[in-house]
């Protein structure tokens, strides 16, 4: 359980840094925006880089050609050049193309092209980012909050028995490096329907056989649902 609350915390703490990069651009995007001042330019010459891609499982690794326009622009202290920041592997402007640019008040070296993914290409990125590792880390801190509900009824309410061990299974599901969980088990029979349930613990990370032979367990279980239960492992942990 610990290595999950681990992976809520990462998750939920890159999912709260991507959100918070994914604002800031937006708001400088914005800021940017209102602030800008507007020059006509024309691209002058595309930038070529060579850049190397990976292997896949359907392409060799390759190098690729990748084109950045070169635009020029007037301004009131003369001619300006930059470089777009965006690249890409099929020229997205050809030269001699005319193109309106914004640029900071005192810093046309700082210009951009206005053109969305020019300017919006980071939130693009960070967006689905923050949205993925948020999502995560979400639905971790949501689990949580209903086992820490669950429990503290249990604990109010619940049916304390005392269950033999029947013995541990390693939990595959679950990997921290190249090491897995090991989750203990018992039974408990509903003695007014005579129906067996199996138990099984909370992930344990030290391997509990050698301590777990004839070992009885406190549990604590909901009788009108059986599959709500808590099984205290934290002696072997």
């Known amino acids: 359980m610990n290595v999950m609350r681990t992976l809520a915390y990462a998750f939920g703490a890159a999912g709260v840094?991507?959100?918070?990069?994914?604002?800031f651009a937006v708001v400088k995007v914005v800021t940017f925006q209102r602030q800008a001042l507007h020059a006509s330019g024309q691209v002058v010459a595309l930038q070529v880089t060579n850049e190397y891609r990976k292997s896949t499982d359907t392409t060799p690794s390759h190098y690729v050609n990748m084109y950045a326009p070169i635009v020029e622009f007037d301004t009131p202290a003369g001619k300006q050049r930059v470089v777009g920041r965006v690249r890409s592997?099929?020229?997205?402007?050809?030269?001699?193309?005319?193109?309106?640019?914004?640029?900071?008040?005192?810093?046309?070296?700082?210009?951009?092209?206005?053109?969305?993914?020019?300017?919006?290409l980071l939130v693009v990125v960070l967006a689905p980012m923050a949205l993925a590792f948020g999502g995560v880390g979400a639905g971790f801190g949501i689990y949580f909050w209903r086992r820490r509900r669950l429990f503290r009824w249990l604990d109010r309410f619940g049916l304390r028995?005392?269950?033999?061990?029947?013995?541990?299974?390693?939990d595959t599901s679950i990997s921290?490096?190249?090491?897995?969980?090991w989750r203990v088990t018992c039974e408990w029979r509903d003695t007014t329907t005579m129906q067996v349930y199996r138990l099984q613990?909370?992930?344990?990370?030290?391997?509990?056989?050698?301590?777990?032979?004839?070992?009885?367990?406190?549990?604590?279980?909901?009788?009108?649902n059986p599959r709500q239960y808590r099984i205290n492992v934290d002696h072997l942990s």
């Open 176 to 181: 921290s490096g190249l090491k897995h969980p």
């Open 161 to 170: 028995v005392r269950l033999p061990c029947l013995g541990a299974k390693m």
């Open 89 to 120: 592997n099929v020229p997205d402007y050809r030269v001699g193309q005319r193109v309106d640019m914004l640029y900071p008040p005192g810093a046309p070296a700082a210009a951009v092209i206005d053109d969305f993914w020019q300017q919006w």
């Open 17 to 23: 840094l991507a959100l918070a990069a994914c604002l």
């Open 201 to 224: 613990s909370d992930p344990v990370w030290p391997d509990p056989r050698p301590r777990i032979e004839g070992m009885m367990l406190d549990v604590l279980l909901n009788p009108a």
